[in-house]
């Protein structure tokens, strides 16, 4: 079971940002997203997303993500361009994995405080240049997750892939 | 020389969304990040990000996408969930790109035009579930791009990657 939790999310400035981290949580293997704080608005639209695209993906709000992350049973790490290279500790998180059977990707929006960097068994660069919370989620997740693995159970709408234009099926 | 080209920013509200296509961009290999629209603002915070971090990477802004996109000389290449799933077609990008030595990638917001699927060579979906356009163009970009190849010439501060907190060096 993977887990990504959303640190930082501020009401109205953050909006758009904190629904793409769900969203990519949901498209690229995650079965939970945990929000941090009062704004349940992305996590509307994010359930809206199930009920069409299908899939088990749960999103849920909390309040106090210290507890949450303290007491979180599997392997905790923070995304952060701050931390060591994802190639070189990957496959030390995928063992890990192997064992617990449960994965926390903490994601922040701006600041996130140093306690974080202790609480966290790894902390992981998808590159140490200033890029963006929700291309280090995304990128983490394709390496990590088996995307064939990924299925959306009980979808009423299915892309049918093209080479031009959209196609979309009601199921 | 990898172009990506924002279409569809909303002032205000996409201010976010399109500074992290932007410093995706930079920190995943392009090279030239072209805005469609008026508005500056993100620009302003991906120079300020070059003249601290470093590298070739520059930012500018066009009215005329339309022009821009059929005249551009090279491999043209569109984002989208309705498209071809990029591991069947990346092959095909990569070797159109060895003649050509220019791409275009194009990253919509919401809606595109449907001329955007005709101009473009390719429609290519990083998975075919709602997600996120900075999603898309981080997993592209890190299938595309040889991460070591990648060189941010001039910088001002680097991190030097830690296990725990934060460490930035001052060049």
Same mark, same amino acid.
């Given at each position: 079971?993977?887990? @990504?939790?959303?640190?930082?999310?501020?009401?109205?400035? =953050?909006?758009?940002?904190?629904?793409?981290?769900?969203?990519?949580?949901?498209?690229?293997?995650?079965?939970?997203?945990?929000?941090?704080?009062?704004?349940?608005?992305?996590?509307?639209?994010?359930?809206? @997303?199930?009920? *069409?695209?299908?899939?088990?993906?749960?999103?849920?709000?909390?309040? *106090?993500?210290?507890?949450? +992350?303290?007491?979180?049973?599997?392997?905790?790490? $923070?995304?952060?361009?701050?931390?060591?290279?994802?190639?070189?500790?990957?496959?030390?998180?995928?063992?890990?994995?192997?064992?617990?059977? *449960? +994965?926390?990707?903490?994601?922040?929006?701006?600041? @996130?405080?140093?306690?974080?960097?202790?609480?966290? =068994?790894? *902390?992981?660069?998808?590159?140490?240049?200033? $890029?963006?919370?929700?291309? /280090?989620? /995304?990128?983490?997740?394709? $390496?990590?997750?088996?995307?064939?693995?990924?299925?959306?159970?009980? /979808?009423?709408?299915?892309?049918?892939?093209? /080479?031009?234009?959209?196609?979309?099926?009601?199921?």
């Amino acid at each position: 079971m993977i887990s @990504v939790m959303r640190y930082g999310h501020r009401i109205g400035r =953050d909006k758009r940002t904190t629904t793409h981290v769900g969203l990519v949580a949901r498209a690229f293997g995650a079965d939970e997203f945990v929000l941090v704080g009062m704004d349940s608005t992305p996590l509307k639209t994010l359930e809206n @997303v199930v009920d *069409n695209w299908g899939g088990d993906f749960r999103a849920i709000r909390i309040k *106090n993500w210290r507890k949450f +992350l303290r007491d979180f049973s599997g392997v905790k790490i $923070h995304l952060t361009m701050y931390g060591l290279p994802l190639n070189k500790i990957l496959s030390k998180i995928k063992a890990d994995y192997t064992k617990s059977k *449960n +994965l926390l990707v903490f994601v922040g929006a701006e600041k @996130v405080p140093p306690e974080v960097y202790e609480l966290c =068994d790894y *902390n992981v660069a998808v590159g140490n240049q200033p $890029h963006s919370e929700i291309a /280090a989620l /995304a990128v983490f997740l394709d $390496h990590f997750v088996d995307a064939q693995s990924i299925g959306f159970d009980g /979808a009423v709408l299915r892309v049918e892939p093209q /080479a031009r234009g959209k196609k979309v099926v009601k199921l």
